[in-house]
């Protein structure tokens, strides 16, 4: 089938992807779709594969099997948490389609970074930021785009090993620490290669670029504060150009990191400079 969403009602593009996904399921059908919709592309799914076809300088047609999600090596969680994302994003699957990627964690960081792009149009053509809402699915989309084997950025929270308990005012573990460690290990071999920029926001997005923590209306307060104080919104501009370019200088707020040490130093700094904890509801 060609192009099998033209004139569709969303609702429609989404049954049926459902119906196309399930038909093989009756072992009396083998479907295959060309499509430039990133929604046919269910992650959670088991593709055969997913082949990428384009045309070279001179006319020339391409076509490349770019992923098959067995080699991926997706495990159950992985599998629960893109499940997840697409229900919430079903254009997240963008960078199949080509082009610069750089993950980020939230809504936030993927609003400001769009405000930049919507700025220079032409200097970020081809550039997809693709957000993860969550930092457990980050590992996920590291695992496809490592199998995918193209270059990409990631940016995401460096929390705190430990948090606050508000109430109680106990210490305890930060369940979020702990997928540093995770995301660490799916980009190694990339940022080894030079095809993987890591960094990470200390502690996070919103204190580190924009002095305080916000609780409510996250995404909206970071678009108000880009577009009325020209210094955040340059310093943002910046930190997007050095997850495209390695070679650029990593901000302030931000850093590159190797090793779990080196993050745990880099939060500790800011606390002793910021003299603040975490504290959590």
């Not at 099997?65 to 969680?77: E, G, H, V, W």
């Not at 960081?109 to 550039?127: I, P």
Request: charged share 30%; hydrophobic share 40%.
């Amino acid at each position: 089938m060609d192009e099998p969403e033209i004139c569709l009602h969303p609702d429609a593009i989404r049954e049926a992807r459902r119906v196309l996904y399930d038909l093989p399921a009756t072992m009396r059908w083998q479907v295959m779709i060309t499509t430039p919709s990133p929604v046919f592309i269910d992650l959670s799914r088991d593709n055969t594969s997913i082949a990428c076809v384009e045309r070279l300088s001179g006319g020339i047609v391409q076509g490349t099997t770019i992923f098959r999600p067995k080699k991926a090596k997706l495990d159950d969680d992985d599998r629960v948490e893109l499940k997840l994302l697409n229900l919430c994003d079903p254009y997240v699957a963008e960078f199949f389609f080509g082009g610069r990627t750089v993950l980020v964690e939230g809504d936030t960081e993927y609003t400001a970074f769009r405000h930049v792009v919507s700025c220079n149009d032409a200097k970020y053509e081809g550039v997809h930021v693709v957000r993860a809402r969550g930092k457990a699915c980050l590992v996920a989309l590291c695992k496809i785009l490592n199998h995918f084997d193209k270059g990409y950025a990631i940016l995401h929270d460096s929390d705190r090993k430990d948090v606050i308990e508000k109430k109680t005012k106990n210490k305890r573990a930060n369940p979020a620490w702990t997928e540093n460690s995770k995301i660490l290990g799916e980009t190694e071999a990339g940022r080894n290669s030079g095809k993987v920029r890591l960094l990470a926001s200390v502690p996070n997005f919103e204190e580190a670029f924009f002095g305080e923590e916000a609780h409510h209306d996250k995404p909206y307060s970071a678009l108000a504060r880009l577009k009325a104080d020209e210094s955040a919104f340059l310093t943002i501009a910046t930190l997007l150009d050095c997850l495209l370019d390695n070679s650029q200088k990593v901000p302030g707020g931000a850093v590159e990191w190797s090793t779990i040490d080196e993050l745990e130093a880099a939060v500790a700094a800011f606390d002793a400079k910021n003299e603040t904890t975490s504290e959590v509801h």
